[in-house]
């Protein structure tokens, strides 16, 4: 929770979030037409998406069960009965006038998401509803001195219109809810969650109040394409509505633009109300009525969702919490875990893949999971390397550096390079050895209870080794001849 001080005294926020997250499916929601990004302009529209007359809906069966799977993955009530209605209102990229949603009927009721909060908490937020509806085309401005161009490719895609309750109080906690829901869309396959490509955009509805207190009027913020702008623009807002209040000021309900590029936002129109879009069930769509077994055999099919897999990790690995939630944050991420501790020591694994493997992954241009330089079974490999004492833990840093850059495996670069560890205890007493005779003032100091000493003793040999003795090995010889 963030309480914002005024001049008056505290404030709070209350904070709602409508997410449009674009189902994956070949085909639009009423139409057979395609759906990929990138398309040219205009080269994607049924005649239905252009509303020519005469022209019918039908409805995408891959739609429904997207829906009902995310639905499910959200942990709220599947409507067996639902009914599509029409949204009237203008938008030149809007051919038919109305947009085909649902309003009293929807496919999904509440639900809940837990977030993952970065103290380590979490946090539970319900889901209101989650409804089917299509999406507009798209308005060009940016391409003419005087005319603005219609893309209409997007006309008639399915979204998925997510809604949640009023329950985040801050900025944080929309960034966490934003970063969980498209984590289990993701792992569900039913939205890519690509906020850049436009496939997953937030509405924010914020209002603030004097702890305790009602619910203050809010204003909705649209289409937000970043998590980072979304934070953003609740930090702006709750400021801008704090500073009207406190001058004695009343907040008008309205939809708002946030500009990222200049950070500030304006005001685009009054707030619709329900009644103002005259919603009627769609004459062209009988009701959506769903069989009950389906849904069960759906759910059957889900696969293992972030919050069951985090509790895995944690109690089949052992793994903290804050490193079981980074892990399985991403489906692939998570997959690329499993190989690499599979067999070996699943702390030490988390250690590796959380920071030298994904530091590298952050510095290195265009690499991801897929196309990295060192797959799983390689990372595994130096992961071996470490446990069975070939080389340090200090080594292997210098060794994956080595595997990033050249892309060959732990062993070979060990082998190249000399970096075996010396753990031959022959050889290693010989030095200890040499190194008490020479020193006989150090060895009187730390025998005389300067234990901190042995860090000194140790350090020697592994300048002796160039760094190669095996430092247990070298810490219990040294403690046993020094008595």
């Known amino acids: ?56 809906p039908v409805i995408n069966e891959m739609a429904v069960e997207q829906a009902v799977k995310t639905g499910l993955g959200l942990n709220a009530k599947i409507n067996l009965f639902s009914e599509f209605e029409r949204k009237n209102y203008f938008y030149a ?10 309003f009293l009927h929807p496919i999904v009721g509440e639900g809940t998401i837990i977030l993952d909060l970065e103290d380590g908490k979490t946090r539970e937020v319900g889901i209101e509803r989650l409804h089917l509806e299509q999406d507009a085309g798209k308005s060009l401005h940016d391409q003419h001195p005087t005319m603005s161009y219609i893309d209409l490719n997007r006309s ?41 490509e436009g496939s997953m955009r937030a509405d924010v509805n914020l209002s603030m109040r004097r702890p305790g207190e009602p619910f203050g009027t809010r204003t909705e913020t649209k289409n937000v394409n970043s998590i980072r702008f979304v934070q953003q ?6 400021k801008r509505q704090v500073a009207i209040l406190e001058e004695g000021g009343t907040i008008d309900q309205e939809t708002r633009l946030f ?27 009988l009701p959506l009525k769903i069989d009950g077994a389906w849904v069960e055999s759906l759910k059957k099919e889900l696969p293992e969702l972030p919050d069951a897999k985090k509790q895995r990790f944690i109690d089949e690995f052992g793994l903290p919490v804050y490193d079981a939630g980074v892990l399985v944050a991403d489906q692939e991420t998570a997959a690329f875990y499993e190989t690499v501790a599979k067999g070996r020591d699943p702390k030490l694994a988390a250690n590796w893949v959380i920071g030298d493997y994904f530091g590298a992954l952050n510095r290195t241009s265009g690499a991801n999971l897929g196309n990295a330089p ?20 200090r080594t292997a840093k210098e060794v994956f550096e080595a595997m990033w850059d050249s892309g060959k495996d732990a062993a070979a670069i060990v082998e190249e390079k000399g970096l075996k560890q010396i753990s031959d205890t022959g050889a290693l007493e010989g030095i200890v050895d040499q190194l008490i005779a020479d020193n006989p003032g150090q060895v009187e100091q730390y025998q005389g209870g300067n234990a901190k000493l042995i860090g000194w003793f140790v350090g ?24």
């Open 93 to 102: 990229d809007l051919p038919q006038g109305y947009q085909i949603s649902q």
């Open 259 to 285: 500009d990222a590029s200049k950070g500030t936002s304006r005001s685009m129109r009054s707030k619709e109300e329900a009644h103002d879009y005259r919603y009627f069930p769609d004459p062209d769509l």
């Open 233 to 238: 623009s609740i930090e702006l807002e709750a």
């Open 374 to 393: 060192v797959d799983a079974t390689k990372l595994g490999g130096l992961i071996d390397l470490i446990a069975d004492g070939t080389i340090s833990g």
């Open 156 to 196: 008639g895609v399915t979204l998925m219109e997510i809604v949640s309750k009023p329950d985040m109080r801050s900025a944080e906690e929309a960034g966490a809810y934003l970063r969980k829901l498209r984590s289990i869309l993701r792992y569900l396959g039913t939205c890519d969650g690509n906020m850049d």
């Open 460 to 483: 020697q040999v592994m300048k002796a080794t160039q760094g190669k003795a095996n430092p247990g090995m070298v810490n219990q010889l040294l403690k046993k001849k020094l008595g």
């Open 1 to 56: 929770m963030t309480i914002i001080e005024g001049k008056t005294g505290p404030w709070e926020m209350v904070i709602g979030l409508e997410v449009h997250a674009q189902v994956i499916a070949n085909s639009k929601l009423f139409s057979g037409a395609a759906t990929a990004f990138g398309a040219e302009p205009n080269s994607q529209v049924s005649l239905v998406d252009a509303a020519m007359p005469g022209m019918l």
